[in-house]
């Protein structure tokens, strides 16, 4: 099984926009509309901020969006600020599977 | 308070077995998957388990398929992993997570614990 493919790494500065990419094959991204994304700082647990592509659990800020187009989703955090620098995970499921993403570090220049 | 706390890490000897538990409490845990979830050091997530609420259904990742065993017990508000056969590649923090009520996502995550496999 091989992880989703995400860039290692995306920055921009405060106020600005990042959009990560998770690429995947038919099986998994292009195949369910079961993509997710989860935040993740250092030394703590993963939080869900995106999920089924498009929708945000409550509580999470609608700087946070998600799309998809065939075998790749992506993550889009408009309005940078200092608190979105974290690492960013893609999953999805495939058929009972799940993949993660590789990961990317975002930094706020 | 709505939370899942893992435990039962440790350090194991390479073909060791050990046994995680996780624990919930917060909601009515019968009604939810789970999966287990784990992060070695200095890398990715990386999915390894999936029992459905009432244990009808269960996966591996093909990286821990026929080592790895999970269980829950709903009387007990629980989710365990049995590990067996362990590589120093196990090594990680393992993490018990569950599926969103009626969609895809894991809304909760316990705080992990450590595995270390080596001699």
């Known amino acids: 099984q091989s992880p989703l493919t995400q860039p290692p790494s995306a920055s921009g500065s405060p106020g600005q926009s990042v959009t990560i990419s998770c690429t995947g094959t038919y099986s998994d991204v292009g195949g369910y509309n079961y993509v997710s994304w989860y935040q993740q700082y250092p030394g703590k647990a993963p939080k869900l901020i995106i999920y089924e592509v498009i929708k945000r659990p409550s509580g999470v800020p609608d700087r946070f969006s998600g799309s998809k187009s065939g075998n790749t989703a992506s993550l889009t955090v408009s309005g940078l600020q200092a608190e979105d620098e974290a690492d960013y995970y893609c999953s999805s499921y495939a058929r009972n599977n799940n993949f993660f993403g590789t990961g990317t570090r975002v930094t706020v220049l | ?119």
């Open chain 2, 1 to 119: 308070e709505v939370q899942l706390v893992e435990s039962g890490g440790g350090l194991v000897q390479p073909g060791g077995s050990l046994t995680l538990s996780c624990a919930a409490s917060g909601f009515t845990f019968r009604n939810y998957e789970m999966n287990w979830v784990r992060q070695a050091p200095g890398k990715g997530l990386e999915w390894i388990s999936y029992i459905r609420h009432g244990g009808t259904n269960i996966y591996y990742a093909a990286s821990v398929k026929g080592r790895f065993t999970i269980s829950r017990d709903d009387a007990k508000d629980s989710l365990y992993l049995q590990m067996s056969g362990l590589r120093a590649e196990d090594t990680a923090v393992y993490f018990c997570a569950r599926d969103g009520f009626h969609y895809y996502g894991l809304d909760l995550w316990g705080q992990g614990t450590t595995v270390t496999v080596s001699s």
